[in-house]
């Protein structure tokens, strides 16, 4: 009988670890962790796309730094320096995904795109006064495209290729 109230209370102390480990995300972000997956219909973000968002902005702007780039851009990296501009860039598109994660909307291709446009608009109207002559020396549907899309894009397939379930 005690080997047995032994293996009942180590059972319980599992059972109460591994669900203080699934409610780690609902505590800190206010929402628990989804299953995730490359799926155009996938509905709740999960809180960890939000650090993944800063990677993915902070090493885009690396490779648009090597990339060949337009005089717009480089008037912005003479103003921020290459590594200040990464981090300008990795910390908008973390505040932007910390938004998009507070509303929680649905995390679909659909709306990930409309994300895309809607921050593009909203950096055209002057939200980042040095990344004006960017914007003026850059067609519409160009800037939708590379400073819009793309990066919420890559966040919305890197969050399905390395946030598997735990």
């Known amino acids: ?10 059972h319980k102390k599992i059972t109460n670890k591994q669900q203080k ?23 709740n973000m999960d809180c960890r796309v939000i650090p993944l968002s800063f990677a993915v902005g902070f090493f885009g702007d690396l490779a648009v730094q090597i ?5 717009g851009l480089r008037e912005y990296f003479a103003l921020h320096g290459r590594f200040e501009a990464m981090l300008i860039a990795g910390g908008a598109l973390a505040c ?6 507070l509303t929680r909307l649905d995390f679909t291709l659909w709306a990930v795109v409309g994300l895309g446009i809607a921050i593009d608009v909203v950096a055209r109207l002057g939200l980042i006064p040095s990344l004006k ?6 067609g519409v549907i160009a800037s939708i495209l590379s400073a819009g899309i793309l ?8 969050q399905a290729v390395f946030l598997r379930p735990s």
């Open 67 to 71: 990339l060949p780039h337009g005089e």
């Open 133 to 138: 002559h960017f914007y003026q020396s850059t």
């Open 96 to 101: 932007v995904f910390s938004l998009y994660y």
């Open 151 to 158: 990066p919420v894009l890559l966040v919305w397939v890197a």
């Open 21 to 43: 480990n699934k409610q780690r995300c609902y505590i800190i972000f206010l929402a628990p962790r989804q299953k995730r997956g490359l799926d155009s219909k996938q509905k």
């Open 1 to 10: 009988m005690l080997l047995f109230n032994q293996l009942q209370a180590q």
